[in-house]
């Protein structure tokens, strides 16, 4: 906007003096033309200049171009692989929480129906034949339940590692080995143990 204004303030100068001078209203109207169009003609010629110096270097400019495809899909991979490698490491750190918690989940519930069953075999009376019947099966599934959850528990510690702190993991393999020393069939030591958690 300034410039226009100074152009326009330069051309009213210019045809001023033009008059004054006497000159012809032809030679006034020229120079006003002249002034009027220079600007529009020196940046006509300037971007012709620059394409001209363009299409000169029209290698150097291709090769610029395949120069800068190249990086922006190089940073383009690299960005993929990184969201992609990422979303496998939350992935992998979710399956192995769940693995973890469903394994202390089972642990626990197998431990405590087994413990019940215990309890009951030892407090009530098992002169009838069928009672007694129907809780040895019922001691012998929660018994491998709590077997299984046994085994269980130390595979989903051994990857624990890769996404808990090392603090948690100790924690972990105490349990673990707290696990190999209790004896499930007395009902007193699981007791003791469930205490502990």
Do not use: C
Not at 93 to 121: C, N, P, V
Not at 181 to 196: C, G, H, L, Q
């Amino acid at each position: 906007m300034e410039q226009t204004a100074t152009a326009l303030l330069v051309i009213g100068w210019k045809l001023v003096l033009a008059l004054v001078a006497g000159s012809s209203i032809l030679t006034t109207l020229g120079v006003f033309l002249l002034t009027r169009f220079t600007h529009v003609f020196d940046a006509y010629y300037g971007e012709r200049a620059k394409l001209r110096a363009q299409f000169q270097n029209l290698d150097k400019l291709v090769e610029q171009t395949k120069t800068l495809t190249a990086t922006v899909e190089t940073i383009k991979a690299r960005i993929s692989d990184e969201v992609w490698d990422r979303q496998m490491r939350w992935n992998l750190k979710r399956d192995l929480y769940i693995r973890l918690l469903e394994a202390g989940g089972e642990l626990r519930s197998a431990t405590t129906q087994h413990q019940g069953l215990e309890q009951l075999r030892r407090t009530r009376d098992l002169s009838d034949s069928h009672y007694r019947s129907e809780l040895e099966r019922e001691r012998q599934r929660t018994s491998d339940a709590l077997g299984e959850a046994v085994l269980k528990l130390p595979r989903a510690v051994d990857v624990a590692p890769l996404v808990v702190s090392p603090q948690a993991y100790r924690v972990l393999t105490q349990l673990v080995h707290s696990n190999r020393e209790i004896d499930f069939s007395s009902p007193a030591r699981v007791s003791k143990w469930r205490r502990t958690l």
